[in-house]
Structure formats: structure tokens, C-alpha cells
């Protein structure tokens, strides 16, 4: 037997917090992690197996202890590189997975308690309701760590976001490790004796995988006729901590810098990062509070006037707001500006926010609070209302900020709404870590899958890259160094996927299926005549 049955013991206690801790690390390393930048996918097939087995062995006095464990371990340990941002937030993240535990482990045990034979089902159903419902919706939303990231270099087997979303593949990939959990918590006694419990699930798996894998391969799509937009990305890596004129005049002169050395090879478009260049252009242009900012301003546009091509600028971008009492005062939007010469062409600015770093939509319930934020130095922005679509040299794109395109639904609004390719500008570099820059960087990848639409991402530190809309990395400029990238981008229309069409569709189809079972697992337990087994 590989696992003794669960004992009411501190023994068994320890064995149970041991299972979880290795779950946490395998969980952890299945992304790029401090021990493998890439990561390692394949452990994201079997990285929750010890979890499975302590949901199947535990008692439920202490499943719930059980989840706040799990989760705070396992996103202390994935989400290390949190702490080079701000100590704090790994006092305040990882909890918040542990709460999020606390609900979804008690869960995944009632549906194993239900349906001892087959919860590997309604598991999966359950673990992507919580990564959807639970952990990428609402103000929180944080969608690093949903386990189908994990696959992004498994390019044949996450074609199939482009039918389902990240979503499809996180089912697929979290079932093994249900079904190969409880394989190892009933032990070999029970493999052989009631194999079939096991094999028919397992096959059936296998030619889904098989399936997929298939899919994968016939449904990429070919770029070869598509037009190809020549662009330069400019990462200028600088510390994004250093503020006031002397930082932002450094800044501008790296921008300017590589800016010329990329109209060396004669691209369509220069696209800087976010707030590559921070003071508010339209606000200095038109108000001109400070002489000297201003001067930096009025640089910047007169080295733009000179420039034969367009130009995307991240900016703070300040303008006047009529508040509530008619009084009008200064507001500041994370943005990204179109530039053609010295005009401003059209402005995007930034739709869903950062809770507590860039946005706290709770400042009159919670004072104490918002109080705290402000003083920590946090610059809260205005929520944006558009989903602006630029058109330049007749490609239409649009430019989600910073983590914008981690939600799969805000990507594909803009696709929906006419742009041919995604255009991410980010600041990676605050977490000073190469692991935290490619964990965000492989949710990019599934959003040109989804959508088949190329992606482009410009950052201050990485990564920059331009992805194919079959997810293929095509041109990466190394991380945290000062340069730019030349590539072209394959611009392909020709594709609407369904993913496109319909969206999340498959987590509610999950919710539904998943509530639905429960219920019926419990009614069967209420009408099941006492002591029939």
C-alpha cells in the first residue's frame, strides 16, 4: 500500500501537512519558478496528486485547515518574487489563496465523499470553477497560477484555448492528478482488486489527450499570406522605483537612445513600454505647471515631430474631472497614446486596474485602509471606460496595460471590437525577477491562441516578444537589459474562433454541471435506504 489510510493522529497530521507542502513546491515549479525560469510543465500533470490524496484521506474536522495550508504555501511559493516588490504582499497574497482554499478544499472533498468512484469528474469541474469564479473575477482578480499557464510551451495541446479558453486546459490538465490522486490514497490493494475503477477513466483520458494533441496540430493556423508589420519595441530598463525630473530625464534620453538605433532598420511602428515616459504629456502641453517638466515634455514631442513613423507611448495621463460637487480637479489614467509625428492620434486608457497598488474602490467603507495605501506611496489611477482600437499604416490594434492581458474576456473585447493584433506594454520590471516577468508573459501566449491573433508585448524590463497566433514565440529580446527588438508580425484576420464568439463559456457550463452533481450526490444520500452501502 502507498498510503496508509488517514489516522485520527498527529502522526498522520504530519504526513497529511507533508503531502501538502510537496504538492505546494511540484504546484510551484510547474511554472517558471527560482528554480527553472521555463518551468516545468510536465509537473503540472501530477503536481496536485498529493493534494488529491489528502482530500481523500482527510477528515473533514480538518480539510478546512487543510486549505488554508495549501493555500498559502503553495502561492507563497509560486508568487515568491512578490516579496522584491514589497515584503507585504506576501503577508497579504498568499492569505487571500488561503481563504480561497478554505472553500474550494471542503469542495473537492464533498464530491470525493459523494462519488467515492468517480469525483476525479466533478473535481476538475470544481478546481476550475475556483480558478475562474473565485481567483480571476472581481476586484481581486489575479489570474497567475491558473494551471493551464502552466502548459504554454505545450504548444499542440493548448491549441485548444481557442475553443475553451485557458479554461479547457486547466480541466484537462488538473484530471490526471485528481484521478491518479485517489489512484495512490485507495492504494494497491484496491488497484488490483477493482482496477476497472481506475483503467476506464485512464483510457478514456488518454484519447482525449490524444484528441487534443491532434487538434493541436491540425488547427494552427498558417501566417505565410498574412501581412507582415514590421515594429520595434524599445525596453529601456530603467528602475521604475526612481521618480522626480533627473529619473525621467535619464529615462527620455535611453528612449530616444534606442528609439534611433531602431529607425536604423526602418520599422512601421516604435512601441514603448508602460509609463515609459511618466510625466503627463497632454496635461504638461496644456497647463504647463512646471517649467522644467514642461521642458521635457515639449523635448519628447519635438523628437516625435521628427520621427516618419508612429509612435506608442505609455504615459500618466492627467486630465480634468468634474466631480460630484462640480468642483473639477486632476485625474490620472494609466495609458497608452498613439503619436503620429507630434499629434496625439487617439488615447487608451487603462480599463481594469490593479486592486490595492493602482486602485481601492473602497476608500469611504474602509478609511483606515485607503489611508494606509495613499501613505505607502501608492499611485491610484482613474478607471478607464473605452476599448480603444488604433489604427496605424492600416493595422488595427489595441494595447492592453500591465496585467490586462491576463484576462482571456478583456483580450477578446478588443479583438471583438476590431483590432487586429494585441499590443501589450507592461512594467515588468519592478519585481526584479526574470521568473515573475515570464509567469505573465506565458498567459500572453494563450490569449494569441484563444484568439489567433498575434501578440506583441513591449516592457520596461521583459519580457519583450512578438507571438504568432498559434502561440509561437517568434523574436524575444533577453530580460532586463537595455535595447530594443525588430521583428515582424504576422497580422492574421482570417481566423474568428469560437473562444472569440463566446467567450468563458466553460466555466458557468462547469458551475452548472458541478452544482448540479453535488446536489444530486447529496439527494442520493437522503433518499439511499439506511444501511445499503
Same mark, same amino acid.
Given at each position: 500500500?502507498?498510503? @496508509?489510510?488517514?489516522?485520527?493522529?498527529?502522526?498522520?497530521?504530519?504526513?497529511?501537512?507533508?503531502?501538502?507542502?510537496?504538492?505546494?513546491?511540484?504546484?510551484?515549479?510547474?511554472?517558471?519558478?527560482?528554480?527553472?525560469?521555463?518551468?516545468?510543465?510536465?509537473?503540472?500533470?501530477?503536481?496536485?496528486?498529493?493534494?488529491?490524496?489528502?482530500?481523500?484521506?482527510?477528515?473533514?474536522?480538518?480539510?478546512?485547515?487543510?486549505?488554508?495550508?495549501?493555500?498559502?504555501?503553495?502561492?507563497?511559493?509560486?508568487?515568491?518574487?512578490?516579496?522584491?516588490?514589497?515584503?507585504?504582499?506576501?503577508?497579504?497574497?498568499?492569505?487571500?489563496?488561503?481563504?480561497?482554499?478554505?472553500?474550494?478544499?471542503?469542495?473537492?472533498?464533498?464530491?470525493?465523499?459523494?462519488?467515492?468512484?468517480?469525483?476525479?469528474?466533478?473535481?476538475?469541474?470544481?478546481?476550475?470553477?475556483?480558478?475562474?469564479?473565485?481567483?480571476?473575477?472581481?476586484?481581486?482578480?489575479?489570474? #497567475?497560477?491558473?494551471?493551464?499557464?502552466?502548459?504554454?510551451?505545450?504548444?499542440?495541446?493548448?491549441?485548444?484555448?481557442?475553443?475553451?479558453?485557458?479554461?479547457?486546459?486547466?480541466?484537462?490538465?488538473?484530471?490526471?492528478?485528481?484521478?491518479?490522486?485517489?489512484?495512490?490514497?485507495?492504494?494497491?490493494?484496491?488497484?488490483?482488486?477493482?482496477?476497472?475503477?481506475?483503467?476506464?477513466?485512464?483510457?478514456?483520458?488518454?484519447?482525449?489527450?490524444?484528441?487534443?494533441?491532434?487538434?493541436?496540430?491540425?488547427?494552427?493556423?498558417?501566417?505565410?499570406?498574412?501581412?507582415?508589420?514590421?515594429?520595434?519595441?524599445?525596453?529601456?530598463?530603467?528602475?521604475?522605483?526612481?521618480?522626480?525630473?533627473?529619473? #525621467?530625464?535619464?529615462?527620455?534620453?535611453?528612449?530616444?537612445?534606442?528609439?534611433?538605433?531602431?529607425?536604423?532598420?526602418?520599422?512601421?511602428?516604435?512601441?514603448?513600454?508602460?509609463?515609459?515616459?511618466?510625466?503627463?504629456?497632454?496635461?504638461?502641453?496644456?497647463?504647463?505647471?512646471?517649467?522644467?517638466?514642461?521642458?521635457?515634455?515639449?523635448?519628447?514631442?519635438?523628437?516625435?515631430?521628427?520621427?516618419?513613423?508612429?509612435?506608442?507611448?505609455?504615459?500618466?495621463?492627467?486630465?480634468?474631472?468634474?466631480?460630484?460637487?462640480?468642483?473639477?480637479?486632476?485625474?490620472?489614467?494609466?495609458?497608452?497614446?498613439?503619436?503620429?509625428?507630434?499629434?496625439?492620434?487617439?488615447?487608451?486608457?487603462?480599463?481594469?486596474?490593479?486592486?490595492?497598488?493602482?486602485?481601492?474602490?473602497?476608500?469611504?467603507?474602509?478609511?483606515?485602509?485607503?489611508?494606509?495605501?495613499?501613505?505607502?506611496?501608492?499611485?491610484?489611477?482613474?478607471?478607464?471606460?473605452?476599448?480603444?482600437?488604433?489604427?496605424?499604416?492600416?493595422?488595427?490594434?489595441? @494595447?492592453?496595460?500591465?496585467?490586462?492581458?491576463?484576462?482571456?474576456?478583456?483580450?477578446?473585447?478588443?479583438?471583438?471590437?476590431?483590432?487586429?493584433?494585441?499590443?501589450?506594454?507592461?512594467?515588468?520590471?519592478?519585481?526584479?525577477?526574470?521568473?515573475?516577468?515570464?509567469?505573465?508573459?506565458?498567459?500572453?501566449?494563450?490569449?494569441?491562441?484563444? !484568439?489567433?491573433?498575434?501578440?506583441?508585448?513591449?516592457? !520596461?524590463?521583459?519580457?519583450?516578444?512578438?507571438?504568432?497566433?498559434?502561440?509561437?514565440?517568434?523574436?524575444?529580446?533577453?530580460?532586463?537589459?537595455?535595447?530594443?527588438?525588430?521583428?515582424?508580425?504576422?497580422?492574421?484576420?482570417?481566423?474568428?474562433?469560437?473562444?472569440?464568439?463566446?467567450?468563458?463559456?466553460?466555466?458557468?457550463?462547469?458551475?452548472?454541471?458541478?452544482?448540479?452533481?453535488?446536489?444530486?450526490?447529496?439527494?442520493?444520500?437522503?433518499?439511499?435506504?439506511?444501511?445499503?452501502?
Amino acid at each position: 500500500m502507498l498510503v @496508509t489510510a488517514h489516522r485520527r493522529s498527529p502522526s498522520g497530521v504530519f504526513i497529511d501537512l507533508g503531502l501538502l507542502s510537496v504538492s505546494s513546491l511540484l504546484f510551484a515549479l510547474s511554472f517558471p519558478s527560482f528554480l527553472s525560469v521555463q518551468g516545468w510543465f510536465p509537473l503540472g500533470f501530477v503536481c496536485l496528486v498529493p493534494l488529491f490524496v489528502v482530500v481523500r484521506r482527510a477528515t473533514w474536522p480538518a480539510v478546512p485547515f487543510y486549505g488554508l495550508f495549501f493555500g498559502y504555501a503553495s502561492y507563497a511559493l509560486f508568487n515568491y518574487w512578490l516579496g522584491k516588490f514589497h515584503p507585504l504582499t506576501l503577508i497579504v497574497v498568499p492569505p487571500i489563496y488561503a481563504a480561497y482554499f478554505l472553500a474550494t478544499l471542503p469542495a473537492l472533498k464533498l464530491a470525493d465523499t459523494l462519488f467515492p468512484r468517480h469525483a476525479c469528474f466533478l473535481q476538475s469541474a470544481l478546481w476550475v470553477c475556483y480558478e475562474y469564479f473565485l481567483k480571476s473575477s472581481g476586484f481581486l482578480a489575479f489570474s #497567475y497560477g491558473n494551471l493551464g499557464y502552466s502548459q504554454y510551451s505545450f504548444l499542440p495541446f493548448i491549441q485548444i484555448a481557442d475553443t475553451a479558453g485557458v479554461w479547457g486546459v486547466s480541466l484537462l490538465v488538473v484530471f490526471s492528478s485528481s484521478l491518479l490522486g485517489r489512484a495512490f490514497a485507495d492504494g494497491l490493494h484496491v488497484l488490483r482488486e477493482e482496477w476497472r475503477r481506475y483503467i476506464l477513466p485512464a483510457a478514456g483520458y488518454a484519447v482525449v489527450f490524444l484528441g487534443v494533441v491532434v487538434y493541436g496540430f491540425v488547427s494552427t493556423v498558417n501566417t505565410s499570406p498574412d501581412r507582415q508589420w514590421k515594429v520595434a519595441l524599445v525596453q529601456q530598463n530603467v528602475d521604475p522605483w526612481k521618480g522626480g525630473y533627473t529619473a #525621467y530625464r535619464a529615462s527620455l534620453d535611453v528612449l530616444e537612445r534606442q528609439s534611433l538605433r531602431a529607425m536604423a532598420v526602418n520599422p512601421e511602428i516604435v512601441i514603448w513600454s508602460e509609463t515609459s515616459f511618466v510625466p503627463a504629456i497632454d496635461w504638461h502641453t496644456r497647463y504647463r505647471p512646471d517649467t522644467q517638466t514642461y521642458g521635457l515634455v515639449k523635448e519628447l514631442r519635438e523628437f516625435l515631430a521628427a520621427q516618419p513613423v508612429p509612435f506608442v507611448v505609455g504615459n500618466d495621463d492627467g486630465q480634468l474631472k468634474r466631480m460630484e460637487d462640480g468642483q473639477e480637479v486632476r485625474v490620472d489614467y494609466n495609458a497608452a497614446i498613439l503619436f503620429d509625428r507630434d499629434r496625439i492620434v487617439d488615447t487608451y486608457r487603462k480599463l481594469h486596474l490593479v486592486p490595492f497598488t493602482e486602485s481601492f474602490p473602497f476608500q469611504k467603507s474602509l478609511p483606515g485602509l485607503y489611508s494606509w495605501l495613499a501613505n505607502a506611496d501608492t499611485h491610484f489611477w482613474e478607471k478607464g471606460t473605452v476599448y480603444t482600437v488604433f489604427e496605424a499604416g492600416g493595422v488595427h490594434f489595441s @494595447t492592453p496595460i500591465c496585467f490586462e492581458d491576463t484576462f482571456g474576456s478583456l483580450c477578446r473585447s478588443f479583438v471583438g471590437k476590431g483590432a487586429d493584433v494585441l499590443v501589450n506594454i507592461t512594467n515588468d520590471a519592478w519585481s526584479f525577477s526574470v521568473p515573475g516577468a515570464m509567469q505573465h508573459m506565458t498567459m500572453a501566449v494563450f490569449r494569441a491562441v484563444e !484568439n489567433r491573433r498575434s501578440v506583441v508585448r513591449s516592457t !520596461n524590463g521583459g519580457m519583450t516578444n512578438i507571438i504568432d497566433p498559434n502561440g509561437r514565440i517568434l523574436f524575444s529580446l533577453p530580460p532586463f537589459v537595455e535595447g530594443f527588438l525588430s521583428g515582424t508580425v504576422p497580422v492574421h484576420t482570417s481566423t474568428t474562433t469560437l473562444y472569440t464568439r463566446r467567450g468563458d463559456w466553460l466555466p458557468p457550463v462547469l458551475l452548472i454541471l458541478s452544482l448540479g452533481g453535488l446536489a444530486a450526490g447529496v439527494l442520493r444520500r437522503f433518499l439511499r435506504p439506511r444501511g445499503k452501502t
